[in-house]
Structures are given as structure tokens and as C-alpha cells.
């Protein structure tokens, strides 16, 4: 079971009208992270799920 912790990115700081490439999956995206890094939303939440979960998951991502 995988619970994802959910982004509200509503607000206008999350969104470019130029698309970029995702720093996460490559795929061109007009969102913004918090940090103005071009994600989607949900590759942000995995990312961030991922990040904040104990070694095992975070450590079997970086060696991707
Ligand atoms: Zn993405």
C-alpha cells in the first residue's frame, strides 16, 4: 500500500506558460516546483513521498 501525501499546487508560482522538461520523467510540463523546478505535480509527489520515507526506498531510487 502506497499513500502518497498530495501537493497543492493551485497557486500561479506552480505554473509557467513556457513547458519544460520534467526534471523527474523528461516529459515536457508547464508546472513548477516549489523551488521553480520544471515537475509534474505527481512526479513531485512521488519524488517527495520517496524522499521522505526512510533508506530503503530513497536509497533503491538513487542508484537508478
Ligand atoms: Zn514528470
Redesign the pocket.
Known sequence: MTAVSLMDWRDSKHWSETPKP??????P?HLRSERGKP??K???EDWNDTRTTPDQTAAKRRRN
Open positions: 520534467c526534471v523527474l520523467c523528461d516529459t510540463t515537475v509534474h505527481v512526479c513531485a
